[in-house]
């Protein structure tokens, strides 16, 4: 076991690749919270950590609202004591030309994909220090590095991510709290699900390895990250994206 008896939050994790994560990092030991803004999926996710043997609590929380942010790992500290491994991996987008973005698309991503794992992190970052002792694994983008049109604003926000994860990791190294990104490229869930078939294909073209990620592929780079096998990477991000961006 990787992480026997470890702490760890993974956010947005009702579905799709922080549900992966959540059942890897258990499935290595780790007790889980799960966090999202739907009950229904945390919940369940919740219930299927617990299958695995683990303890799991679900706290509703988006990621955008500080106080949400701040209560979810004080309920941590409250279930389990500490706080081990913190998951920024909630994240949306809004597409569409940068020339008719509206204010409101910008901004939502923004405090989600980046705020919110400011704000996660901060919160976190207390008891981990008390610790002395911590791992934070944010959860970018391969479009966070190359760009993408029709994603100002999510390319943007996952730039943005990086580039906190660096300071992050700077800031709190000599508490030996590691802080590292993960960049999936094209992973197979809701978020690609709605693109149409040539779009797809074409995606598919540019991918060395020949398929789509699957959420797995993005949850074993994490688990990596978040053990002790990783204890002298920080500041690192990881590409997870079948060889499409060799940046
Ligand atoms: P997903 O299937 O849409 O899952 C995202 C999860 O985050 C959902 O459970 C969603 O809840 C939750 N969420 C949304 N807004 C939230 C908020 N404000 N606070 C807390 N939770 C919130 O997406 P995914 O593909 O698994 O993406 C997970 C992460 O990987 C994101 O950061 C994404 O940017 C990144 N990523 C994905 C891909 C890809 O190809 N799929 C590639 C690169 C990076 P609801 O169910 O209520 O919406």
Known sequence: ????DRIAVVTGSGQGIGRAIALKLASE????????????????????????????????????NSEEAKNLIEETVKAFGRVDILVNNAGITRDGLAMRMS??????????????PFNC????MRPMMKQRSGRIINIASVVGVIGNAGQAN??????????LTKTL???????QITVNAVAPGFIRTRMTDVLDEKVKEALMAQIPLGRLGEADDVANAVLFLASDLAA????????????????
């Open 169 to 175: 990791a700077r800031e709190l190294a000599s508490r």
């Open 103 to 116: 204010d409101a698309d910008w901004d939502l991503v923004l405090a989600i994909n980046l705020k919110g």
């Open 232 to 247: 002298y990477l920080t500041g690192q991000v990881i590409h997870v994206n079948g060889g499409m961006a060799m940046p």
């Open 1 to 4: 076991m990787l992480l026997q």
């Open 154 to 163: 999510y390319s943007a926000s996952k730039g943005g991510l990086i580039s």
């Open 121 to 124: 992190s901060r919160a976190a």
């Open 29 to 64: 030991g780790a007790h889980v919270m799960i966090s999202d803004v739907m009950r229904e999926t945390g919940e369940a996710t919740a219930k299927d950590v617990e299958a695995l043997g683990r303890k799991s609590v679900f706290v509703p929380c988006d990621v955008a």
